[in-house]
Structures are given as structure tokens and as C-alpha cells.
């Protein structure tokens, strides 16, 4: 058995109506100490009004080598980006 | 001995020394601690007292009326006229002996604070309120840091019993009452000591059990010589030959 605690990565929302935001990694025992360990961690100059810990092992991730046939061929469609829409003023910013 | 002073200016001292001594000490874990995380938690929870030390010793010294500021009265007083109890001044021995006394401490800070919130001096409430949250929050990661470590491995077990050997009579002197406590209680302004000690003891103890640790039968409490000041430990000579230094070798520096 490893001695080394598991990894967690930390999410946090800066504040009401955002998204919760990936911040960085830490090591910690169990859920609940990953949650404390977060709060003296990072949010230590008031960064955050909610935690988010998922252990990093449960997260799934694209692969670095499957970069061209995943995300290359969106990058010639231009059409899919409505950058030809004239936006009012008062809508301010999308 | 020192001549009979305002027992509030006493109380506030007790108050701000203690949260003064243990900030300190937590602080002497900067750099040191066995993992960064804990290195981290374990400089704020120092912080958060040196802020509460602040505010404490600030209005200490202007219910003395001597125009002493919070930096005088932490920088400038020798062993003798310090009131904190002996419990935060113990040295910090290894990790799991220092989470026992912030515990132990912990638990009985966020009670008294909780209590000093319906003070009826306005200044002390409010300063009880703002404290109050942090040493909640204390109180949340120290326990969860003992039980984890008593029901841990048989080696942090053993650890963690041997702090609780070492600092169980120590923890009593939080409880002991003088004419100072009598009379502050008595006019509202701070709870009466024993007052608090039922509750901490059956919190204490629950977490305790459940942290698989045993309370030693202790058939003596050391007596309250640290917070009326009769005698410290030889420790806390040592802990302000190092805080006080600077500003002992050089009066008045600022930067």
C-alpha cells in the first residue's frame, strides 16, 4: 500500500453565479480532509464561496495524443462561431 | 508579585496571551510540518490567532489607560507579567502532540468565545463574534486531524495517547477559577470558567473515544500559576527571548 496520500483536484467558485473553477491539486487522506486542506490552501485571501474535491484517479481526460483527430477538425469551421451577427450595444458583453 | 491590577485588564490579558503564546508556537511549524497541506493550515490557524491576539491586546491596553499598544504589551513584557496558561506554552513536541494541544485549546476557545458574545462589555462581544468563526473552524480541522490520527496507524495511535498523557493535566488549568474570573463573571463580562468545563469535557471525551484515545486518569491538574502569572514554565523565558529580540535589541524598530 502506498503511503502517500491521494491526489484531489479542487475546484472553486469565486463567487455567486459563477462556475466552479479548476485551481489546482492536492494531497489529502479522505474527501473531507481534501475539502479542509483545500480551504487553507487556496482560498485563503477570500477566493471562494463553494469547494468542489474530486479525487483525481475518477476523473477522465482526453488524451494528448488524440489532439488532431478531436479537436483540429472544428478548427476550419469558422461558420459555427456567430461572428457575422450584428450585437446591439445593450446586450453588452456574450 | 505583581500589584493588584483592573480584572479587566487581567481578563484581557489572559484572553490575548494565550491566543499570543500558542499563535507562537503554531507558527514554529512554518516550514517544518510533514506535509505542505497541514504546513499551510497550520500557519493560518497561527495567523488567525495573532489576529485575535491583536484585537485582545489592543483593547487591553486601553482599558489600562497607559497609552500601551498591542505590539508594546506583546514585545515588551517579561515572563513574569505574561498571563497565558501553561498548555500553549509547552514546547511543541511532534506533530501529533502539537494537533492534541490545539485541540484541546481549540475546543475551549470556540466555547469561551461563543460565551464571550453576550458579553456585557460591547468591545469584548464584538470581538468574540469575529473570533468565534475562526476557532469553529479550528476546532473542525484539529478534530478531524486527532481522531484520524488516534484511529490511525498503531504508531500514530501511540503518539497521539502519549500527547494526551502529557497535555490532560495541563488542559485543566483552562477551567481553574480566581478573584479575577470571579468578579468578571460576576459583572457579566466573561463567562465563569467552570461553567464551560462540563461541556468541553463531554465534547472532548466523545471525540476522544471516538478517535480510540483513552483519557489518563489524572489524579492532578497543574495548578493556574500560568494565567495569574505566579510561574511559567521554564519555556516561555525561551519562546520571548526569540519573539522579543528584535525589538529589544533595537527599541521602537519599524519597518
Redo the contacts between chains.
Sequence with gaps: MSKE?PLWEIFIRGQHGLSHRHVGS????DA??AV??A???YT?RNEGVSIWVVEARHITATAPGDKGPIFEPSESKIYRHPTFYDIPDEVGHM | MTQQSDPKFEALLRLGDNTLILGHRVSEWCGHAPVLEEDIALANTALDLLGQTNLWLEYAGEVEGKGRSADDLAFLRDAWDFRNVLLVELPNGDFGQTIMRQYLFDVFNRMNLEALTTSADRQIAEIAEKAAKEAAYHVERSEGTVIGLGDGTEESHRRMQDALNVLWPYAQELFITDEVDEAMAEAGVIPHPKSLQDAWDAEVRAVLAEATLEVPEAHFGHRGSGKDGRMHTEHLGHILTQMQWLQRAYPGQEW
Design positions: 496520500w492536492l494531497h489529502a487522506p473531507e480532509t479542509k486542506n480551504r487553507d490552501v485563503r
